[in-house]
């Protein structure tokens, strides 16, 4: 299975200043997802992040608010912009490998925005 | 419009006993569902899944059941133990427009198995 680093794993941030969240897998992966984990709560898809193309993004999700890079097939990043605390989130990378069939997550990056 | 619930957010359970977690789905389309499990501090673990066309699978220790009738998932987990504390999730599979495989999470249950 995939092994999925995040970076940073916690922050704290100040309202109004963007944090950029870094995942790096360990094997090329053709599809890369990006969650979020409010408080208590189960998981929302954010954006599939395309390999050398723009990422597409769920119902209630921009660009601008959460630009996605996508470089290579092992790496992509989440940058959370003008950070607000309803931004306070936990945010999950997650990779879908074909051959298991299964989507796998990284730890995750727990974010405060005070 | 079309989503993936629960039906009980915290669930206590005697070490040693059984415990079933219940899932409702409303998307009839959905050929695909997983359960996850969520450790305090981690990501989702992939625990077991099942394609439509079963309506039962086994795994070491976890039997999930699938009823296509009245769209309703369960996670059956034999012999509790400790380390099955963790927050479950079911998750549906929804084919998007560009042909991706996406998950749309319910809304989980938190297992707290008592020693």
């Known amino acids: 299975s995939a092994v999925i680093s995040q970076k940073p794993s916690r922050d704290i941030c100040q309202r109004g200043t963007s944090l950029t969240i870094q995942c790096q897998v360990d094997s090329q992966v053709t599809m890369m997802f990006w969650y979020r984990q409010q408080p208590g709560q189960s998981l929302t898809l954010i954006a599939t992040a395309n390999q050398g193309s723009e990422a597409t993004y769920e119902s209630g999700f921009v660009i601008d608010k959460f630009p996605i890079s996508r470089p290579n097939l092992t790496f992509s990043t989440l940058t959370v912009s003008n950070m607000s605390p309803e931004d306070s989130s936990i945010y999950l990378c997650?990779?879908?490998?074909?051959?298991?069939?299964?989507?796998?997550f990284g730890e995750g990056s727990r974010l405060t925005v005070l | 419009g079309e989503s993936v619930g629960l039906h009980l957010p915290t669930l206590s359970v005697q070490e040693g006993d059984n415990s079933i977690i219940n899932c409702a789905y409303s998307n009839s389309a959905s050929d695909y569902f997983i359960w996850y499990k969520q450790e305090s501090g981690k990501g989702p673990q992939f625990i077991i899944d099942i394609r439509s066309n079963m309506d039962k699978r086994q795994g070491q220790r976890v039997t999930v059941l699938l009823n296509k009738t009245v769209k309703h998932l369960s996670l059956q987990i034999a012999a509790t133990q400790p380390g099955d504390s963790a927050v479950y999730f079911c998750?549906?599979?929804?084919?998007?427009?560009?042909?991706?495989?996406?998950?749309?999470f319910g809304t989980g249950t938190r297992l707290t198995i008592i020693p």
């Open positions: 998750a549906e599979n929804k084919r998007s427009n560009f042909g991706n495989e996406k998950l749309t």
């Open positions: 997650s990779v879908w490998e074909q051959g298991p069939g299964e989507l796998f």
